[in-house]
């Protein structure tokens, strides 16, 4: 999966967030040109995926997880490189919202959690966090914390900021296992991230 849901308030305003899916994008562009038969499962994407990539464009959480249902149970490995809205309006509003009024939000599904619980042996499940924390040690911790929670087998941890991470054209990640180790350290363009982490997941399907 790649880029970032939107969830509908009204006509004509969304709550959101600034994934572009640049990363997500290279990792499907790095696996095909490696052979792999690739879908991705793309929201609201700001950049265009090549031809070698079957795309499947949703808008929001929900689509998002019934797309994934279905494409899930036939791969190898799935990567949810997608940045996904944890909450969405209790009701979406036919007309514009006035400024008085404010709805329930509700919990949407956790999409690689339910992955995780439901992957059948020998299926590779790479989660990803995005996350604001400028001390290193404490942005390990989060990521520990988050691959423990969601129980994925790999977990891609990135600093994301007004400035980098979301948008950019470079990125850099740290690459946790299950047990919170550190398998390997990247940062370059997204494409170069996008292959590091695939030789990662390569050796791991191997
Ligand atoms: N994710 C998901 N379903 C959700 C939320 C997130 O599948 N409802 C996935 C993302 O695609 C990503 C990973 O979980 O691979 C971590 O997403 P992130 O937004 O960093 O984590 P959250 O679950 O939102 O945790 P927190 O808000 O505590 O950071």
Redesign the pocket.
Known sequence: ?AGGTREALDPVRYLGNRSSGKQGIALATAAAKRGADVTLVGANLEAEAPSSVRVLHVGS?LEL?SAVQDVAPGVDAVI???????YRPEFVADSKIKKEVAGDRVR????????AETRRPGQLIV?????TEPDRDALLA?GRA?IA??G?DL?VLNRVGWREGFGTDDNSIVLLDRLGDIVMEASGSKQTVADRILDAVVARLA
């Open positions: 999966t959480t997880a949810m490189a997608a940045a996904v809205a944890d949407n599904p956790d999409i690689l959690a339910r992955l989660g990803f966090a995005a996350e989060l988050k929670r969601k994925s977990l």
